[in-house]
């Protein structure tokens, strides 16, 4: 495919040697990126599915047109998804019987480069075939299979997923939906008691949907019984009349309206009143009724039957951070080559203009975003290969399931956040021009903000995250008592001037004395990398589990009121492990690359990720004596080098990622600007050269003074 | 006026009583805020002017509607920017002479309250009054005010103010479009040489402008003399027959089209291809041509001459950055609001859910963002003083007017950053909802967006700030040589451990050994906030300046390398000294508050912000030796231990802001989500009350691991 690379001319590779001096002499002449081989690395295990992906979503029709009412741009999404069922190959992951390919990595991958034709084309395309029709194949059995899931798979049934309610999102088991079990007729009645048990934020609900998934509580007496409540439950419902568009009796809906983004999806909200269903449009594979009202499951407990039930909604948060991810890449695409091409301010040169990645600040504001994306590529293609696992059934065991869903659970916050931070990084870099739509930015952003809270709320993943950081500590020392936890922790964390790691001898070695260059060459190492950030992880993990200890004693208030005063801390364990699981995957990610030079340029964007992170949390290892001040100092003035020697790669770095035209689509990155800045570098130049230039009146001001004035000023 | 107070039942004033027993026994009943005189300080000086402006500004013909194409909001927009000229007294910056009341600050005041209604009506209407009329008053002569303003001011000549071009936005200096006199016809010739030269994202420019003030070289050669260019001058240039709307001719235009928000606004793109306008629609205040082409000027230094003229600017930079705090009002108005009523998981209690506010985290997302929103308050209202103090002539010097616009070049990055931060978090913070139009929160991020980069791009405009920092230091130290500056800063910061400043004695006190409590009530007291902020501020400039020395000696390539290398470390100076302008007017704002219980709150609340500032540059106190490690983690659970002491307060503080329901107009902040959460918890009172709830399946979890595992979880 052709990708940006082949069409524009070399940014600042060659021309823009902006590697001082002092750099060429410490590290030799500045390597080469070989792009195709780094685009290679960054396609990862699913390359040719992405580029075949990549390749289809070029097609016009697939595009968002800008400046569509809503009702336009629900009704061309709607098209899109069924040119998306035909054409898209969008069917991987379900069974070869249906005409599936049992591929559910290829499927998410594929589905990950949807965002960047629209990303409410990608979220309407997830709510059928990752919500809707997946909910069918795994909460369902082999008669749903045959019964409902051809048309579900081929969008002759738009389906909503009907989980969500206006009072109840991030705590599902408490939805007040019921679907209560007649044994005389045998069926359920499915039930909104409340107001706030409105379903709600349901894409297809709105419009397009003819049937939905519903979760409600299962509430069923076997014989002779009292009625009992067994958790939540999935349930087949019709919505409306396919024919005429109209809801079905008993069934009221709303439409949610605009929102921020995402207006080609149709949310709305749904209400039933008494709506009955057969027995078989329940759900059964983790729990049924019998004819009699009796129950059964496979599962005994309730609460690992509804963690299991839930456990397939993973695939969305695999597919967010991998869509997160691409939306990171295109903005960094947009603002570094635009960066690459505006001149704005001579400070060194009467006539000519500095480019903006020249500026340090703009490096600042760009380059270490850009290590961070490349960190989050690698992660998610570890994460792709743990769902792989797990959903391929190779390595499907209770402890990959649970890992899988911790590694989720800290990377999609981490990508959709950075997402939000890039995109809002890079309009601001291309100043007002960032602003106007046809440079895609700002659409982006609008599209991406959702992303941070659905899904599962980023702020609440943290803290699954940190739960089982917490469970995985405590089996480690379940053998020992808790005393002897306490003693461990303090001696290992509770006082920087006990604290005896293996990481003592870094800090020791590189104490004030050192010198800056040498001090910087042991940041650079990848263990002291890793140590430095492990053991923040530990030891913060550690902490929160003493100061949590009194919780598993007292009463279930006192553990609340604990749990509660360490709630930002435990979220601040779950960030540090986020950061780790991505240091550790660009890392891993170094070895794929097999060209020196494109390694070494990879290896200080790792580093500019690293540090960064230390950076960040530099408080957190003065206070407990990981690093001292002199030490702490080099941490930026490191970061600030690596910065500068990143800089003449920054376009490569970019263009690996191997994005066309056709999928960037920001009138700003087409080269327009290069063109602007030339053609007007030209007309001055021939003034001076034919002397038409009228004369400048009298600066009183002296040179070097000047000089300094007018580096970038407002005025 | 009536206020949310005054309609919606308290929130966690008595009923959330969240100080835990230890803060209780510490500091007494917690007090109360008064929150009519809290309102009454917030809004100032110019408090009567707000109000009426608010009680306006309840007009629904005001209000935006959302999901509007953008040619029907432009429509309306402009309808209703007509409707300020005749009714919203929009005229009082205005001369007497003329209509308007000669009040600065009244008419900033209003302005800036005009945000509530739509965004995209105030900045129209700033282009119209803010920019081009007033350029007209500031720039031009009487003769200019007499016959070019009544039009402009009653909008019947709606206009575009036109500066900024596609290649020149924040160097206004370097701009393309020229005017060159041409003698022998008295006119001057408006021409864009080149594309990148257009005129660029100008309100009133793709639709409704019939004239723009245009800002071109001005190049013109006195009699027998070869032409000079005598830099940036300001013409009134006719753009359209007001009757058909056609461009004039030798005008050419473009539409910027969709942007990311303010699409009220009909921003475009102007060209001008040898356009003549007579030689007395030159602006002539600081610069004119006499018809032989001689040019003269009050100010003989084109530097000089050029900064005063952009001066005038300064009154968009004061407006924005009230603007931005207003919206920062509006925003946590609404989330905190919601944060009161909304309920999620049930942590302590089988049946109870806990109030969003109730978790740590959500005060840590919330109630510092309220902190500096406060401390933005107090500083846009000192900003508004002096601002009146130039342009009322009351204190017009060099001085003052330098003062004004590096409080300006401060304070308006630092809130519109706010501002952006702010409403993403409380949208955040609202989950779905918030993405939902009808609670605002996007709408208002939208349109916000580009307050950050637009009137002085944010990072621009903080090197201004730097320069003058770096200024102020040099002056200082002007009378002793540079080896002595060089020793002082030695001296003072460049090393740890020869610290010698009042602080520590600060310091010392608070080694490590001493108990937390006593350490945190040393952090409270003002005096050591206002050092260690200061001394921050300080040090820095210093280190700065002494890097940039050898600048003024080297090369102009040496200058602006040594400049470059340090441009992140003069963006922070400048960050700093914004925080600390925002610290010192929170802390003189205490002084208006005569309440005691009010006072305290408020100081609580004055103490997160400061200390906030602290913790989040807690690395660079700890590397210069500042604060010692012990004192530094007590910064942070310090910062914890006030969100507690806050929260029942948070409704009250965001109350006082004054706002009504027809200001805030969010579907979530009305009280609906109360209503919801009372029908629903009723529904199972009765259910629990009758006996009619469903028993439970028997859970096989231990009740105090329970308490610790539903706490918030995604599943």
């Excluded at 430095?532 to 200890?549: F, Y």
């Amino acid at each position: 495919m052709t990708t940006l690379s082949d069409k524009r001319p070399s940014h600042g590779r060659t021309d823009h040697p902006a590697t001082s001096r002092a750099e060429r002499t410490d590290h030799g002449p500045t390597p080469r990126v070989d792009v195709p081989l780094l685009e290679q690395v960054v396609l990862g295990r699913w390359a040719d599915v992405r580029r075949e992906a990549r390749e289809f979503l070029k097609d016009p029709r697939m595009h968002r047109i800008e400046g569509l009412s809503m009702a336009e741009h629900r009704a061309r999404v709607l098209e899109q998804v069924k040119i998306l069922a035909t054409e898209g190959d969008v069917l991987r992951a379900f069974p070869t019987a249906l005409g599936g390919a049992d591929d559910h990595g290829g499927s998410l991958a594929r589905f990950e480069e949807v965002v960047t034709a629209d990303p409410s084309l990608q979220i309407k395309a997830g709510v059928q075939w990752g919500l809707f029709a997946s909910a069918i194949l795994h909460l369902g059995t082999q008669e749903h299979h045959e019964r409902l899931l051809p048309a579900a798979m081929s969008v002759d049934v738009p389906g909503a997923f009907a989980m969500t309610e206006t009072g109840h999102g991030s705590d599902v088991a408490s939805i007040g939906t019921t679907a209560t079990y007649d044994a005389a007729t045998q069926e359920f009645v499915i039930h909104t008691p409340f107001r706030a048990a409105w379903k709600d934020y349901l894409g297809n609900a709105a419009l397009h949907g003819t049937a939905a998934v519903v979760f409600a509580q299962l509430i069923t007496a076997g014989p002779g019984e009292e009625p009992v409540n067994h958790g939540v439950h999935a349930f087949y419902v019709p919505l409306r009349d396919p024919a005429t568009g109209e809801l079905l009796p008993g069934v009221s809906g709303e439409d949610d309206g605009l929102k921020g983004g995402l207006n080609g999806i149709d949310n709305g909200r749904l209400c039933f009143d008494q709506v009955r269903v057969p027995r078989h449009d329940l759900l059964n594979r983790y729990g049924d009724v019998a004819p009699d009202g009796t129950y059964t499951s496979p599962i005994t407990s309730p609460g690992r039957r509804f963690f299991t039930m839930l456990s397939t909604l993973v695939q969305g948060r695999v597919s967010l951070d991998g869509a997160a991810v691409n939306t990171s890449k295109l903005a960094l695409i947009i603002a570094i080559t635009y960066a690459n091409e505006r001149r704005q301010f001579s400070a060194a040169s009467e006539t000519d203009e500095v480019v903006l990645l020249d500026y340090a600040e703009h490096q600042r504001r760009l380059l270490p975003r850009l290590a961070q994306t490349y960190a989050g590529a690698f992660a998610h293609e570890r994460l792709l290969e743990a769902f792989v696992g797990v959903f391929s059934g190779a390595d499907d065991t209770d402890e990959s399931r649970q890992d899988l869903e911790t590694i989720a659970a800290a990377l999609k916050p981490a990508s959709t956040w950075h997402a939000l931070d890039t995109l809002q990084a890079a309009r601001e870099a291309c100043g007002g021009a960032g602003f106007l739509t046809e440079n895609r930015l700002v659409s982006l952003r609008a599209d991406l903000d959702v992303y941070a809270t659905f899904e599962g709320d980023n702020t609440v993943l943290m803290q699954l995250v940190a739960k089982r950081l917490l469970a995985d500590y405590s089996k480690e020392f379940k053998d020992i008592d808790a005393s002897g936890v306490a003693r461990y922790v303090a001696g290992r964390a509770a006082d920087a001037a006990l604290h005896r790691t293996p990481l003592l001898r870094v800090v020791q070695t590189l104490a004030d004395g050192g010198n800056r260059r040498r001090s910087a060459g042991q940041l650079r190492e990848t263990e002291t990398q890793r140590e430095l950030l492990t053991d923040r992880v530990e030891t913060m993990v550690a902490e929160v589990a003493t100061a949590l200890r009194p919780a598993m004693k007292g009463s279930r208030e006192e553990a609340a009121r604990l749990f509660n005063e360490h709630q930002h801390a435990l979220i601040e364990c779950a960030r540090a492990h986020a950061d780790l699981l991505q240091w550790e995957a660009f890392t891993a990610g170094l070895e794929k690359v097999g060209d020196p030079g494109t390694r070494r340029v990879l290896t200080w964007l790792r580093d500019v990720f690293g540090l960064s992170i230390i950076e960040r949390n530099l408080a957190w290892y003065l206070i407990n004596g990981r690093l001292s001040a002199g030490r702490a100092r080099t941490v930026t003035s490191y970061i600030d080098r690596l910065l500068v020697r990143l800089r003449p790669h920054a376009q490569d770095l970019v263009d690996a990622f191997a994005y066309g035209p056709e999928h960037v689509r920001a009138a700003i990155a087409t080269g327009a600007e290069r063109e602007r800045q030339d053609e007007a570098r030209a007309h001055y130049r021939k003034q001076r050269a034919t002397g038409e230039e009228p004369r400048k009146e009298k600066s009183s001001v002296k040179p070097a003074v000047k000089a300094v004035r007018q580096a970038p000023s407002p005025a």
